[in-house]
């Protein structure tokens, strides 16, 4: 009989309950639990997407033991903790001593390794090496949510819960694929239609969503902040905005009028390429409602004026009032398991845990006392997309990467390859062997979800307990754990014997999270922040008695004018690029790419997203590989003739390494978040004429990446 | 009557979690640790069409044209449902050409699931839909659909589904009226 361990799924931020069957010390499946946002479901990454624990290697070796190499032109060789940990430690110093504790950078994971690693990943940057240049991969995904609201409504995160979707009256899907990227609050989407509720959706592409929405508005790639700016001036010309909740509760309206006054439906329409009468439609429907809630995803931040359209969509919240109450608000769905995690305990260049900011003078002291330093650093640090830029100033020296695989991720990957290769110390701290592994000097390997336990926080700012389920294999250790060695190694002694011990000196420094306790989080267990008191139940939804969590107390009304993409197509390359998402894969694709059932339905190279009159424009053909470049490089992809892509805009999913979209994508973005306009690439699509050869390339390119990687780790 | 597995497209997401546990349940145990593309086979296929995403499988015809035209006696009604009984199966594929709902395949096969010896040297078998017979939880699919999305009909289900939609047309009628044109005509 299989032992159950109840854990929380690793891939996207649902925050699905599961049971672990385990049997000799091996997994030997999953099955659902009752958590709370999944109420006994899971997809397919939840069902089948644990087997890389048995380090299959279908994709690449799991790291078992720490490498090290003195010269990048050399091999990794295996060497002790001590070793490693020595070596890692001594270089950091001696740059931190020759060019300051600014010329070091470190991330957190937004993944497996959970809220206390992080932690202790922050306060190592802040009290041991002496810096804020600390960021996560939130920065290619909802940074622009995070700063959006935080100006806006003063809270960065869902103001509602994933549960509370289904109970709306209408829900506005803004740039946001839940069926590829949460089945689970697909499945909340669907329940609220089913229980009568109005759907109107937002995007370039025939998702699934707008299959059963009432409406489908599909906008010109490239057109948010103007159909945003329209969605506005409905809402105020045709004054079906709820006055008295302006009038209120919110600030900066007349500016905000005045900006969207020449955002005419007849204007936008020229813009967006969708009629003035249903630009105008939806906002009737949005504003009839007696709750709406708006959801979105990287189709609003992925952008060079992420920001913007974000402050603008919580406008429209504020404008008819949906925010304050149950079953309405403002719904960032935050992508990674652990993303809004990583940002909760301080992963981010301006922020101490629990979004204390790090300009701050009291916070400073407050952290700097319970860490036993004199001072910690006042300036807010470095993002992770400034990287290549940094180095090539000279001003990034180290790179201590930690969970997260940036040379898949980033955008422009050759120019982020040859960041790498110019830094002068290079520290990855992963689970398996990566392509950013391919750079480092010394390489930590480190225990995987299902190998240890903590706290993670889904995308409604819900904090739940995940387990151990088996003994790790190898010379492996939990990330504090590794970090604490680090930490140790550079002059600060750091030592904790579990992930409680660290969440208790967390908690105690975040008003917002210090009720939520182990205890609380039991079993199936879930708090969402804010929680202040050990009594309190935690909050499903923010702004109770809209009140905002801004200076004022009040929400901003901010608007901004619509800016044109960054890379415009021309006749050299007369598609649009637009990078998306791939149901059973994960992020870089280490995990789900070492599971054999998600790796048997969808493999390298990945998939080019046409439509049928491009595909018959350009002369590519259903399933035939092809060749797909921007200025900046050149993969080879398949091609999927499909009329739910719009005419000029091709879609690749990012998880792939061969045929991997971000060997295509710029570096522009946007100003105040620093996200990658991935959302926009000049492309052009060239014809393979020998499809045989091309075939048989493919497998060998695939078998020589494989290969490579198993040799690293030896 | 027979039983049925099917799928509502206004609740699929395309997510194809049904397709794998599909071909799972008709593996041996270790499946998820050997399955590749080559040994993939699901009995039910998600299609996505400019404007449907849904799952395809077999609706167990009670006059099934696939049991009618099999000339080896592989396809056989069951006690609810249509039937394989693969070592009677020659790849003939007649059944494939009568099938309207595109939902029955002839296989190669690996010698160990079929307990007959070929003819030739070609071990083929017709895949369909069996409802998971030999699975007590019942067809895998329904079990881990997210969604919701896919059901089993049988005679109850539709007696259920038939005495709603009555009840429908019933208030229909009222909401028509002395407006309704049957008193207009009769007067």
Request: aromatic letters at 8%; hydrophobic letters at 40%; one cysteine or more.
């Amino acid at each position: 009989m299989a032992e159950k361990v109840l854990t929380v799924c690793p891939y996207c931020g649902s925050g699905c309950k599961l049971n672990l069957l385990v049997e000799n010390g091996s997994i030997i499946g999953a099955e659902p639990a009752h958590g709370v946002t999944n109420e006994g479901e899971l997809c397919l990454k939840g069902y089948y997407g644990w087997d890389f624990l048995n380090d299959t290697k279908l994709l690449t070796p799991r790291l078992k033991k720490p490498l090290l190499r003195e010269h990048r032109r050399d091999d990794f060789k295996e060497v002790s903790w001590d070793e490693a940990i020595d070596f890692a430690a001594t270089r950091l110093m001696e740059i931190k001593q020759k060019y300051g504790a600014d010329s070091i950078m470190m991330t957190g994971s937004s993944r497996g390794p959970g809220n206390e690693a992080n932690y202790v990943m922050q306060k190592f940057a802040r009290a041991v090496v002496g810096t804020n240049n600390l960021d996560c991969c939130a920065r290619v995904c909802h940074a622009p949510s995070v700063a959006g609201l935080q100006a806006t409504l003063g809270n960065g995160a869902m103001s509602n819960s994933i549960c509370e979707i289904e109970d709306t009256k209408c829900i506005l899907v803004f740039g946001y694929n839940a069926a590829d990227s949460h089945p689970i609050v697909a499945r909340r989407i669907i329940k609220a239609k089913e229980k009568g509720a109005t759907i109107i959706v937002c995007d370039p592409r025939f998702i699934e969503t707008a299959r059963i929405a009432d409406l489908y508005l599909p906008i010109r790639n490239g057109s948010n902040m103007a159909i945003v700016n329209a969605f506005a001036n409905v809402l105020i010309e045709e004054e079906l905005y709820d006055k008295d909740y302006v009038t209120r509760y919110t600030e900066g309206f007349e500016q905000y009028k005045a900006v969207v006054a020449k955002y005419t439906p007849e204007y936008v329409e020229k813009i967006a390429g969708v009629p003035a009468a249903q630009i105008r439609q939806a906002m009737r429907i949005y504003a009839a409602a007696p709750t709406a809630a708006i959801l979105w995803g990287m189709g609003v931040t992925q952008w060079g004026q992420g920001v913007n359209v974000v402050k603008s969509l919580s406008g429209l919240a504020l404008l008819t009032g949906n925010l304050g109450h149950p079953n309405c608000g403002v719904g960032p769905v935050r992508g990674q398991n652990n993303v809004q995690g990583a940002c909760d305990v301080g992963v981010l260049p301006n922020s101490f845990p629990g979004y204390q900011k790090v300009s701050d003078p009291a916070a400073r002291a407050k952290f700097a006392k319970a860490w036993g330093v004199p001072d910690l650093p006042a300036n807010v640090g470095y993002c992770l997309t400034e990287v290549p830029h940094l180095v090539e100033q000279g001003k990034l020296k180290a790179y201590y990467i930690f969970g997260e695989d940036p040379a898949q991720s980033e955008p422009d990957l050759a120019g982020f390859r040859e960041a790498m290769r110019n830094l002068d110390l290079v520290i990855v701290q992963d689970i398996f062997m990566n392509k950013t592994a391919m750079f480092a000097d010394v390489i930590f390997p480190a225990t995987s979800w299902g190998e240890h336990e903590g706290i993670y926080s889904s995308a409604d700012r819900g904090f739940q307990r995940f387990n151990k389920a088996i003994e790790p294999k190898g010379d492996v250790k939990p990330d504090w754990e590794i970090i604490s060695l680090m930490a140790t190694a550079m002059g600060y002694p750091m030592k904790y014997n579990n992930t409680e011990e660290i969440w208790n000196e967390l908690r105690e420094l975040c008003p917002i999270f210090y009720g939520a306790t182990y205890e609380k989080m039991e079993g199936l267990g879930y708090v969402q922040w804010p929680c202040p008191t050990e009594d309190h139940p935690g909050t499903t939804y923010l702004y109770k008695d809209n009140k905002f969590d801004t200076a004022s107390g009040k929400g901003l009304l901010i608007a901004a004018d619509w800016i044109p993409p960054h890379e415009p197509t021309d006749e050299e390359f007369p598609l649009v690029l637009c990078t998306v998402r791939e149901v059973g894969h994960y992020s870089a694709r280490t995990m789900t790419g070492n599971c054999r059932a998600l790796t048997t339905l969808a493999d390298e190279p990945g998939y080019v997203q046409i439509n049928r009159a491009d595909a018959r424009k350009y002369g590519v053909e259903d399933q035939k590989l092809l060749w797909i470049s921007s200025r900046r490089g050149k993969v080879v992809v398949r091609a999927l003739v499909t009329d739910r892509a719009n005419e000029g805009a091709v879609y690749m999913t990012y998880q792939w390494w061969i045929g991997a979209c971000n060997e295509l994508t710029g570096g522009h973005h946007d100003p105040v978040s620093r996200t990658p306009e991935y959302k926009y690439t000049a492309v052009k699509l060239e014809r393979i004429g020998n499809q045989a050869e091309a075939e048989s390339r493919l497998l060998k390119e695939y078998d020589e990446l494989r290969a490579s990687l198993a040799a690293a780790v030896g | 009557m027979n039983k049925l597995v099917i799928a509502d497209p206004g609740r699929c997401i395309g997510c194809r979690t049904c397709e794998l546990a599909c071909a799972l349940a008709h593996s041996a145990p270790d499946a998820l640790t050997t399955l590749s593309p080559a040994s993939f086979i699901p009995r039910l296929k998600v299609v996505k069409t400019a404007t449907v995403s849904t799952p395809v499988q077999c609706r167990q015809c009670d006059d099934a044209p696939c049991v009618a035209v099999c000339p080896t006696g592989t396809l056989v009604m069951g006690d609810h449902s249509v039937q394989v009984i693969p070592s009677r199966c020659i790849g003939c594929k007649s059944c494939m050409i009568a099938c309207r709902f595109g939902v029955i395949e002839v296989l190669p096969c690996e010698m160990n699931l079929s307990d007959r010896q070929p003819f030739g040297t070609t071990h083929v078998e017709a895949v369909k839909c069996d409802l998971c017979e030999s699975r007590g939880a019942g067809p895998a699919c329904v079990e881990v659909c997210p969604t919701k999305a896919l059901y089993i009909v049988d005679s109850v289900v539709l007696a259920q589904a038939a005495l709603k939609r009555r009840e429908h047309s019933a208030a229909m009628l009222v909401i028509g009226g002395s407006d309704g044109y049957m008193s207009h005509t009769g007067g």
